[in-house]
């Protein structure tokens, strides 16, 4: 039987407050842990929304840019380079497809397999496409970077049939100059080469970009403005890969000017053969306009040797070579005008009455000034000599005693108002101003005064003068068209690629040779008799068929003074470097002239013999094309 227990008051009240406690604290602790609850979901939302915004406003555009480009990207289109023609529309420099082969280090991972693969292709070590990619270190990994140029066809195919094994890879079409005729005009014409860091950096070439090619010497320098053209672009989408999808949208390139120059490429290709094998340089102009028809200068070298690239051999070759087949000797050499100058010394003695078209001197073969024995080129002497005999044998004594009686500075005076000792403004980089000395010149320069025998050959063109086979040009068709100096002229028209002339380069006047009529008809006398007297040192250079006038000049590089004169020419002679400079300057018809040529060869010894003969081919060439053609 049990038995029934039933609290009492006290101790249910005991009950009720403890069951009361117990509640009020559960109560509590949800509540605490509901507002941590809330209070996390709302910062993170908080976090969230600011992320969102910062996204969205604050950077949203360079993200929506950088999302475009994944995609969408920017490729130039170069424009094509003009071409260059002849006077006569004969092409000489174009441009051909090259096919460039490029990588975008963004669509080419992993960057080092698609080298190993690629390099499979092309016949190039991993490691030297690697060194390229190297060396353009720190640029965006949007932009190509070249790897190999004009790859050739056979690359090309390989390339296109393997490309999906070959991420990054992208192969652009370029032009690429062209230069016809290998060797042919390229002093005149030049060639180009890649920008450098310093010329981008000078601000003369804002409009160009690392990789561009741009014109480094001659014609291609001097009208880089002209035959540039303007740079276009398009828009493509590209998939993931680098490969171009569609294209969005495209600028159109122009393409540069048209250049035609003032040369005879059949002019210009007959002197280049009467060079073959010499160090010299050829010059042909037209007297009446100053126009260019010929300028060669050997030896020469191939300009598409620069476009297309060259080892550090072939560079080194070139400039190591004691024939310096990178300088244009035409415009940039300089050497002693010899007996050519005797045509300004004849033209400063009548001008300033100190002799006339009757004066004579006798030349025993020897003249004797001071202590010092000056000898004649011609050891038997000339007998009695005039001023036109003189110029048509060359007669040293004759000129040793006008130029003593002139004095260095009046002869100065007058070579350089002949348009000797200073730059003739071709359109030529590096032109050579040649040296006309003074009394004056040589103190400042030695501290020492001038000496009388100086005088003496200086007149005769030797001693310290110095003319460039341009220069010389402008003096003997100063004398063929009546006494103008004219700007020699290379260029001669520019049109559009449409075919729309631009410019028409007209003559321009520089000077007048300092000369009468009456003098200048001496002269001429002289010149014409150095061609067409038996006794002329130019006999050689005579032709029935062509009336030309011409002064020969042999510039000796050891002296003729002193007693052992004979001994030290003979011994020099003997030495190939030391053998005298060959010159021949002339102009034909004599009566109405259409073409005037200067010759230089090097160490040729003598002008009637080495340079005489190349001038005479070359007017023949000119002057009877039409009855052998």
């Given at each position: 039987?049990?038995?029934?227990?039933?609290?009492?008051?006290?101790?249910?009240?005991?009950?009720?407050t403890?069951?009361?406690?117990?509640?009020?604290?559960d109560?509590?602790?949800?509540?605490?842990?509901?507002?941590?609850?809330?209070?996390?979901?709302?910062?993170?939302?908080?976090?969230?929304?600011?992320r969102?915004?910062y996204?969205?406003?604050?950077?949203?555009?360079?993200?929506?840019?950088?999302?475009e480009?994944?995609?969408?990207?920017?490729?130039?289109?170069?424009?094509?380079?003009?071409?260059?023609?002849?006077?006569n529309?004969?092409?000489?420099?174009?441009?051909?497809?090259?096919?460039?082969?490029?990588?975008?280090?963004?669509?080419?991972?992993?960057?080092?397999?698609?080298i190993?693969?690629?390099?499979?292709?092309?016949?190039?070590?991993?490691?030297?496409?690697?060194?390229?990619?190297?060396?353009?270190?720190?640029?965006?990994?949007?932009?190509?970077?070249?790897?190999?140029?004009?790859?050739?066809?056979?690359?090309?195919?390989?390339?296109?049939?393997?490309?999906?094994?070959?991420?990054?890879?992208?192969?652009?079409?370029?032009?690429?100059?062209?230069?016809?005729?290998?060797?042919?005009?390229?002093?005149?014409?030049?060639?180009?080469g890649?920008?450098?860091?310093?010329?981008?950096?000078?601000?003369k070439?804002?409009?160009?970009?690392?990789?561009?090619?741009?014109?480094?010497?001659?014609?291609?320098k001097?009208?880089?403005?002209?035959l540039?053209?303007?740079r276009?672009?398009r828009?493509?989408?590209?998939?993931?890969?680098?490969?171009?999808?569609?294209?969005?949208?495209?600028?159109?390139s122009?393409?540069?000017?048209?250049?035609?120059?003032?040369?005879?490429?059949?002019?210009?290709?007959?002197?280049?053969?009467?060079l073959?094998g010499?160090?010299?340089?050829?010059?042909?102009?037209?007297?009446?306009?100053?126009?260019?028809?010929?300028?060669?200068?050997?030896?020469?070298?191939?300009?598409?040797?620069?476009?297309?690239?060259?080892s550090?051999?072939?560079?080194?070759?070139?400039?190591?070579n004691?024939?310096?087949?990178?300088?244009?000797?035409a415009?940039?050499?300089?050497?002693?005008?010899?007996?050519?100058?005797?045509?300004?010394?004849?033209?400063?003695?009548?001008?300033e009455?100190?002799?006339?078209?009757?004066?004579?001197?006798?030349c025993?073969?020897?003249?004797?000034?001071?202590?010092?024995?000056?000898?004649?080129?011609?050891?038997?002497?000339?007998?009695?000599?005039?001023?036109?005999?003189?110029?048509?044998?060359?007669?040293?004594?004759?000129?040793?005693?006008?130029?003593?009686?002139?004095?260095?500075?009046?002869?100065?005076?007058?070579?350089?108002?002949?348009?000797?000792?200073?730059?003739?403004?071709i359109?030529?980089?590096?032109?050579?101003?040649?040296?006309?000395?003074?009394?004056?010149?040589?103190?400042a320069?030695?501290?020492?005064?001038?000496?009388?025998?100086?005088?003496?050959?200086?007149?005769?063109?030797?001693g310290?003068?110095?003319?460039?086979?341009?220069?010389?040009?402008?003096l003997?068709?100063?004398?063929?068209?009546?006494?103008?100096?004219?700007?020699?002229?290379?260029?001669?028209?520019?049109?559009?690629?449409?075919?729309?002339?631009?410019?028409?380069?007209?003559s321009k006047?520089?000077?007048?040779?300092?000369?009468?009529?009456?003098?200048?008809?001496?002269?001429?006398k002289?010149?014409?008799?150095t061609?067409?007297?038996?006794?002329?040192?130019?006999?050689?250079?005579?032709?029935?068929?062509?009336?030309?006038?011409?002064?020969?000049?042999?510039?000796?590089?050891?002296?003729?003074?002193?007693?052992?004169?004979?001994?030290?020419?003979?011994?020099?002679?003997?030495?190939?470097?030391?053998?005298?400079?060959?010159?021949?300057?002339?102009?034909?018809?004599?009566?109405?002239?259409?073409?005037?040529v200067?010759?230089?060869?090097?160490h040729?010894?003598?002008?009637?013999?080495?340079?005489?003969?190349?001038?005479?081919?070359l007017?023949?060439?000119?002057?009877?094309?039409?009855?052998?053609?």
């Amino acid at each position: 039987m049990h038995s029934c227990y039933w609290p009492s008051p006290e101790e249910e009240y005991k009950r009720e407050t403890l069951s009361k406690y117990l509640h009020s604290t559960d109560s509590d602790w949800y509540k605490r842990r509901l507002t941590g609850v809330v209070f996390l979901v709302l910062t993170a939302f908080l976090v969230l929304i600011a992320r969102v915004f910062y996204l969205q406003v604050i950077e949203g555009n360079e993200l929506r840019r950088l999302s475009e480009n994944n995609c969408i990207r920017l490729q130039n289109i170069d424009p094509s380079r003009g071409l260059i023609f002849d006077r006569n529309g004969k092409l000489l420099v174009d441009n051909r497809p090259s096919f460039d082969l490029n990588i975008i280090l963004k669509d080419a991972k992993p960057v080092e397999h698609t080298i190993e693969t690629l390099s499979q292709y092309i016949d190039v070590p991993a490691t030297e496409l690697m060194s390229k990619i190297s060396r353009n270190k720190g640029i965006s990994s949007y932009t190509p970077i070249l790897l190999k140029q004009d790859i050739g066809r056979d690359a090309l195919a390989a390339i296109e049939v393997h490309k999906y094994n070959l991420p990054g890879i992208v192969v652009s079409v370029k032009p690429r100059r062209h230069y016809i005729y290998k060797q042919s005009a390229a002093h005149l014409i030049g060639y180009l080469g890649e920008i450098s860091s310093d010329e981008l950096k000078s601000g003369k070439y804002s409009a160009y970009r690392a990789g561009d090619y741009i014109g480094k010497f001659g014609v291609e320098k001097t009208y880089e403005g002209l035959l540039r053209g303007k740079r276009g672009g398009r828009q493509v989408e590209v998939n993931a890969t680098g490969r171009v999808v569609r294209v969005l949208k495209t600028v159109e390139s122009f393409p540069g000017h048209n250049v035609y120059l003032s040369i005879d490429y059949l002019l210009q290709k007959k002197a280049e053969e009467l060079l073959e094998g010499l160090a010299g340089a050829i010059i042909a102009m037209e007297p009446a306009t100053g126009q260019i028809l010929a300028m060669a200068s050997s030896p020469a070298f191939d300009q598409n040797a620069f476009v297309d690239g060259m080892s550090h051999e072939q560079w080194d070759s070139l400039v190591s070579n004691p024939f310096r087949p990178m300088e244009n000797k035409a415009v940039n050499a300089e050497y002693p005008p010899a007996s050519v100058y005797k045509i300004v010394t004849a033209i400063a003695c009548l001008e300033e009455g100190i002799i006339d078209a009757n004066t004579s001197f006798y030349c025993p073969g020897h003249y004797k000034c001071g202590n010092r024995v000056f000898r004649c080129w011609e050891k038997r002497g000339h007998n009695k000599v005039n001023v036109v005999k003189a110029l048509a044998e060359s007669c040293d004594v004759f000129f040793y005693q006008v130029g003593q009686k002139l004095g260095v500075d009046r002869l100065a005076w007058y070579a350089r108002a002949c348009g000797l000792g200073s730059a003739t403004g071709i359109d030529l980089d590096h032109e050579a101003k040649g040296l006309i000395p003074t009394a004056a010149w040589k103190r400042a320069r030695t501290g020492i005064g001038w000496q009388l025998g100086e005088t003496l050959s200086v007149a005769i063109g030797q001693g310290y003068n110095l003319t460039t086979p341009l220069q010389m040009m402008t003096l003997i068709s100063g004398i063929a068209n009546g006494g103008i100096r004219y700007k020699p002229l290379i260029l001669r028209k520019v049109e559009t690629a449409e075919g729309e002339i631009v410019n028409e380069n007209n003559s321009k006047v520089t000077g007048r040779l300092p000369v009468s009529q009456r003098t200048l008809e001496i002269v001429r006398k002289g010149l014409w008799e150095t061609v067409n007297k038996r006794k002329g040192t130019a006999w050689i250079a005579h032709v029935d068929d062509v009336d030309i006038s011409g002064k020969t000049g042999t510039a000796q590089l050891v002296s003729r003074t002193g007693s052992n004169d004979n001994a030290s020419i003979d011994k020099a002679n003997k030495l190939n470097h030391l053998k005298p400079h060959a010159w021949f300057v002339a102009y034909a018809p004599s009566k109405e002239p259409q073409i005037a040529v200067v010759v230089i060869v090097e160490h040729g010894e003598h002008g009637s013999s080495a340079a005489a003969p190349l001038a005479r081919e070359l007017i023949t060439t000119y002057l009877l094309k039409d009855k052998k053609g």
